[in-house]
């Protein structure tokens, strides 16, 4: 798997993960490239070398001939190691691609937004780049039907992929609800909650003003921000210009995000743009009412989701939250789950499939 990173803090990350924990490690084995080192307590390192998988760092990708002699190596020295390339960066196809035929590795295409980035010069950048994959890819894989239409095109061919989750981890536990909101110091308060990386794709400057409404009407509200990212220094400031900085609750990175949903009394999603939004699968089959953008794509929404255009003011956003909140809060309908292609099982028993029949069967490396 070509990935930019192995932080706990990446939605890709998230979905590959999914699908590693519960795929036949003794058929399907998976390996990870590199390029942006993090802290190594933030990433999966740890987890993925204890479920065999191995991980290279590799240089940030450059056109410089320093760098193609460098991939060269790279891939002459893992030959033997290797029978396909999983490419998440998508942006990267046209530079790995060239040296997967070189080297006689399958080339599979992976799609997990619906947009090329969220910065405008970079998504110039990556749409060029990306134009000759359907080319380069043996096989097109995307998260959600929109964001294959918005990589491939109409006219291609390609599969979704669900981010699929193990729905009883995240499963309502009244329990746990009780236990984290009382060590959060939150027991008697509305809990507005998110997840999400501090950056522009998550809108979290948006989602303050909407707390803002919202607390105006409910003083005793708190607003719980799990994820990390560039703009949240930004936000923090935001919150105290408006004086709300105590009523909002930083978590940052976190392993137990399935543990932190049961806090929560409702999921506010309002992402300008999204391949899926995994975190909102989540929400959902943890029961939460959800107030989301309408940008989400139709197959994350399955149960107890409240769709908001975003050209609504943050008051009418308010008062939904409001009605959503009348409702009593009831565990989800996994069958509803269970159908749309959300359980990791399931899933992941498709996806060595279509590795395999990729492959024609041939065998991977073992544990």
């Given at each position: 798997?070509?990935?930019?990173?192995?932080?706990?803090?990446?939605?890709?990350?998230?979905?590959?993960?999914?699908?590693?924990?519960?795929?036949?490690?003794?058929?399907?084995?998976?390996?990870?490239?590199?390029?942006?080192?993090?802290?190594?307590?933030?990433?999966?390192?740890?987890?993925?070398?204890?479920?065999?998988?191995?991980?290279?760092?590799?240089?940030?990708?450059?056109?410089?001939?320093?760098?193609?002699?460098?991939?060269?190596?790279?891939?002459?020295?893992?030959?033997?190691?290797?029978?396909?390339?999983?490419?998440?960066?998508?942006?990267?196809?046209?530079?790995?691609?060239?040296?997967?035929r070189?080297?006689?590795?399958?080339?599979?295409?992976?799609?997990?937004?619906?947009?090329?980035?969220?910065?405008?010069?970079?998504?110039?950048?990556?749409?060029?780049?990306?134009?000759?994959?359907?080319?380069?890819?043996?096989?097109?894989?995307?998260?959600?039907?929109?964001?294959?239409?918005?990589?491939?095109?109409k006219?291609?061919?390609?599969?979704?992929?669900?981010?699929?989750?193990?729905?009883?981890?995240?499963?309502?536990?009244?329990?746990?609800?009780?236990?984290?909101?009382?060590?959060?110091?939150?027991?008697?308060?509305?809990?507005?909650?998110?997840?999400?990386?501090f950056?522009?794709?998550?809108?979290?400057?948006?989602?303050?003003?909407?707390?803002?409404?919202?607390?105006?009407?409910?003083?005793?509200?708190?607003?719980?921000?799990?994820?990390?990212?560039?703009?949240?220094?930004?936000?923090?400031?935001?919150?105290?210009k408006?004086?709300?900085?105590?009523?909002?609750?930083?978590?940052?990175?976190?392993?137990?995000?399935?543990?932190?949903?049961?806090?929560?009394?409702?999921?506010?999603?309002?992402?300008?743009?999204?391949?899926?939004?995994?975190?909102?699968?989540?929400?959902?089959?943890?029961?939460?009412?959800?107030?989301?953008?309408?940008?989400?794509?139709?197959?994350a929404?399955?149960?107890?989701?409240?769709?908001?255009?975003?050209s609504?003011s943050?008051?009418?956003?308010?008062?939904?939250?409001?009605?959503?909140?009348?409702?009593?809060?009831?565990?989800?309908?996994?069958?509803?789950?269970?159908s749309?292609?959300?359980?990791?099982?399931?899933?992941?028993?498709?996806?060595e499939?279509?590795?395999?029949n990729?492959?024609?069967?041939?065998?991977?490396?073992?544990?």
């Amino acid at each position: 798997h070509l990935v930019s990173d192995l932080t706990i803090n990446s939605g890709i990350m998230m979905a590959i993960m999914n699908y590693y924990r519960h795929i036949n490690r003794k058929e399907i084995q998976f390996d990870f490239v590199y390029f942006v080192e993090l802290d190594e307590k933030a990433t999966y390192k740890t987890e993925i070398e204890s479920l065999g998988g191995e991980i290279f760092l590799i240089p940030r990708p450059t056109l410089s001939p320093c760098y193609i002699s460098y991939l060269h190596r790279f891939f002459a020295t893992h030959k033997e190691e290797h029978l396909a390339i999983h490419i998440h960066e998508v942006y990267l196809t046209f530079m790995f691609a060239s040296f997967a035929r070189i080297y006689k590795l399958k080339i599979i295409t992976h799609c997990h937004n619906t947009k090329f980035s969220d910065h405008i010069l970079h998504a110039i950048r990556n749409r060029i780049l990306c134009l000759g994959i359907n080319k380069n890819a043996d096989l097109r894989f995307a998260c959600s039907k929109a964001a294959g239409l918005a990589l491939y095109g109409k006219h291609a061919t390609f599969t979704v992929i669900n981010n699929a989750i193990d729905l009883n981890k995240f499963a309502f536990d009244s329990d746990k609800r009780k236990f984290i909101r009382q060590s959060l110091n939150i027991e008697n308060k509305t809990v507005i909650g998110h997840v999400g990386r501090f950056n522009q794709q998550k809108n979290h400057q948006f989602l303050v003003k909407i707390f803002n409404e919202f607390h105006k009407t409910n003083s005793d509200s708190v607003l719980l921000l799990i994820g990390e990212g560039p703009l949240m220094d930004e936000v923090r400031g935001q919150l105290a210009k408006l004086s709300l900085e105590d009523s909002a609750i930083f978590l940052g990175r976190r392993r137990d995000v399935a543990e932190l949903y049961n806090a929560m009394d409702v999921f506010v999603f309002p992402s300008l743009f999204e391949g899926l939004g995994i975190v909102l699968i989540e929400a959902q089959a943890n029961g939460l009412p959800c107030v989301i953008a309408s940008c989400v794509p139709q197959e994350a929404i399955i149960d107890r989701a409240v769709i908001v255009n975003l050209s609504q003011s943050p008051l009418y956003w308010s008062n939904t939250i409001s009605k959503v909140l009348c409702s009593q809060r009831t565990n989800c309908d996994m069958q509803k789950i269970y159908s749309s292609g959300f359980e990791i099982k399931t899933e992941a028993a498709i996806l060595e499939k279509k590795y395999t029949n990729l492959l024609n069967k041939c065998p991977l490396r073992t544990e």
